[in-house]
């Protein structure tokens, strides 16, 4: 038996439409959706039809709920003001725009839900078997993937609610989340996401299905309803320029935008620079990358003038980095430190035999992306862009430990 799952579909009925077909195409007997039916995108009510039409099986998310409940807020469970604006933006929308036919049809729908599927039993679940609105990040410690998955007891568990997908087993259960429709998950890619599974005899195995669209059609409907660009922004480039502060540094750092405007000049503060010293590179959308920043700038030092043409290298510029230095060819930099912090340098990527390290002036110290076995006399087995999306983690850990940046902060509701 196959079966389709989708999660968040944000009012994107352009994506939906594309899930119903691509979903029968790869043969699922059967099709569910996890709630968060509205909110970021235009067309609430026109993916109430597509759903009825089409024989989905939802859940509720908390964005139903909320909906359904009429309650001033959607109840997400962001704790930062900044994702928590966002967030009331979309809520507020979606509220004005949805019928009380549908609303009172969300009222309807259960919070989660239980089946047996060819002998293999299957919990559907919003954010966890925890919490409606609970974030299950993919780097979350093991114990903590435990104690969500002890509660079910089932072979597997699909959620959605952080938008971002991933697969795991854990322990005896496969838990899954499906990502969401309703916006590409952060990876610069256009396609929105869902799970495929196949059960059969008590055993399962899923995968990630990446779902082409019209996002033309969804980017236009955005800008139609006067919708902020930021929204649509994410749809048209595949990267979140809202909702990052909920993030772990793991998930935070594979974007390309990290911080919030309005975190800027704390973090230039922090490090001794003046507020001018980080021009806003695009006033149109509220975040930035730090990659590039005063913070961690577009620059490599090189060791060896024998390490410039490796494969290490090779991806340099599509990260951004055309800035390639020899030691001792330009004159060195001084280590800048976060203030209060002797032992918190800012990075400069430098590549040695033995792999990355965090400043050319701390080559003596153990890299913090180390080369593979097989290439330690040339450092190829690490690439640049691996070693900045490191970097990227540690530097914002650090920021946050030093309280420079506010830790990731959510409620379970």
Known sequence: MKIAVCGGLYSNPYALHAFLADARKRGAQRLYCLGDLGGYGAEPEAVWALLTGGEVECIAGNYDVAIAQGSPDCGCGYRDPRDQEYAQIMYDYTIRHTSKQFAAWMAGLP????????????????????????FWWESDPLR???????????????????????????????????????????????????????????????EIIRLPYDWRAQARSMRQAGLPEAFTRTNETGWWTTCLEVLPAQERSRGRYHIYDSSVDALLAAVGLPPSAWPDPDPVIPVRPLAGSPLFPHRIWLADSALRPTSALADAADTGITDI??????????????????????????????????????????????????????????????????????????????????????CVT
Not at 156 to 168: A, D, E, M, N, V
Not at 375 to 386: L, P
């Open 325 to 410: 230095r020899l030691l001792g060819s330009s004159p060195p930099l001084p280590i800048r430190y976060i203030a209060g912090h002797a032992d918190l340098p800012l990075p400069e990527l430098t590549l040695t035999a033995r792999g990355w390290h965090w400043h050319p002036a701390l080559l003596d110290s153990e890299p913090f992306l180390a080369s593979g076995p097989d290439d330690a006399s040339n450092g190829e087995a690490v690439s640049s862009k691996a070693a900045q999306h490191t970097a990227l983690r540690l530097l914002i850990e650090r920021l946050q430990e030093c309280g420079a940046l506010a830790p990731p902060r959510s």
């Open 111 to 134: 919070i989660e839900r239980r089946e047996t599927l060819d002998g293999c039993s299957v919990h559907f679940v919003h954010g966890s078997p925890v919490g409606l609105s609970d």
């Open 144 to 206: 903590t993937h435990a104690a969500r998955v002890a509660g079910s007891g089932s072979d597997i568990i699909f959620c959605t609610h952080s938008g971002l997908p991933w697969i795991r087993q854990v322990n005896d259960t496969l838990a899954v989340n499906v990502g969401v429709l309703g916006r590409p998950p952060n990876d610069g890619r256009l396609e929105v996401r869902y799970a495929l599974a196949s059960l059969s005899g008590g055993t399962v195995t899923a």
